[in-house]
């Protein structure tokens, strides 16, 4: 079983409507990260997270640390949202990413 | 900011040719520095670790005398894939390691996609 789990594995959306991806982990962590890959490749860090909650523009994280759990928001979404979204976690004492599966999202106009 | 550059970002070459990939973080200073492999719609997967001034670190079932790892500065590391053939066709990554606010992170580079004749 994959240490960190993420759902749902493909999501299509409405312009607009809001979105939420979970990400589950299942080891002691220093950070979460949720990160976006563009169809291009390249890959944009846009949350690192070890409690609580992070907001950016439209893009909201959260993670609760006893339920080793975390979901990234994103509000009124637009057709460049559409990506792939990857939570990833640095375990304690160590540097080294652990992926989950991503998510592909689809925002049609 | 935190940016890292890697270049080429295509390349072809002929099977049986080495392709060097550098690695670059242009604004910050990075210990570490990690390089990835990815398949179409799949994850990142680890190759391996660079640190400045020492081996490399690579993943089981890498082969690290088909993939050459080397770690000059603290702002370059590269990746040769030598000998290529058409199965080393991939997407590669590089990331440069950054400690901020206590916490380990990771800053990636576009990639490389390499395609093998």
Not at chain 1, 17 to 34: D, P
Not at chain 1, 37 to 50: E, K, R, T
């Amino acid at each position: 079983k994959n240490e960190v789990e993420q759902s749902p594995q493909n999501l299509t959306a409405q312009e607009g409507e809001f979105i939420t991806i979970n990400c589950s982990y299942s080891v002691g962590i220093s950070a979460l990260h949720w990160l976006q890959q563009h169809p291009g490749g390249g890959i944009v860090s846009l949350f690192m997270l070890s409690s609580g909650k992070k907001k950016h523009g439209r893009l909201i994280a959260t993670i609760n640390i006893q339920e080793k759990h975390s979901s990234l928001h994103i509000t009124a979404s637009h057709p460049r949202d559409s990506a792939v979204y990857i939570c990833a976690v640095t375990k304690v004492g160590g540097n080294q990413f652990y992926f989950g599966t991503g998510t592909s999202l689809t925002v049609i106009p | 900011g935190a940016v890292v550059s890697q270049h080429p970002s295509r390349v072809i070459c002929k099977s049986g040719t080495s392709v060097k990939i550098e690695c670059r973080s242009l604004d910050f200073q990075a210990t570490t520095m990690f390089w990835y492999r990815q398949f179409p719609k799949q994850s990142l997967m680890l190759m391996a670790t660079s640190n400045e001034g020492s081996k490399a670190t690579y993943e089981q079932g890498v082969e690290k005398d088909k993939f050459l790892i080397n770690h000059a500065s603290l702002t370059l590391s590269t990746l040769t894939v030598t000998s290529a053939h058409p199965e080393d066709s991939s997407f590669y990554i590089c990331s440069a390691g950054k400690r901020e606010r206590g916490t380990d992170t990771q800053y990636f580079g576009p990639g490389t996609r390499l395609t093998v004749l």
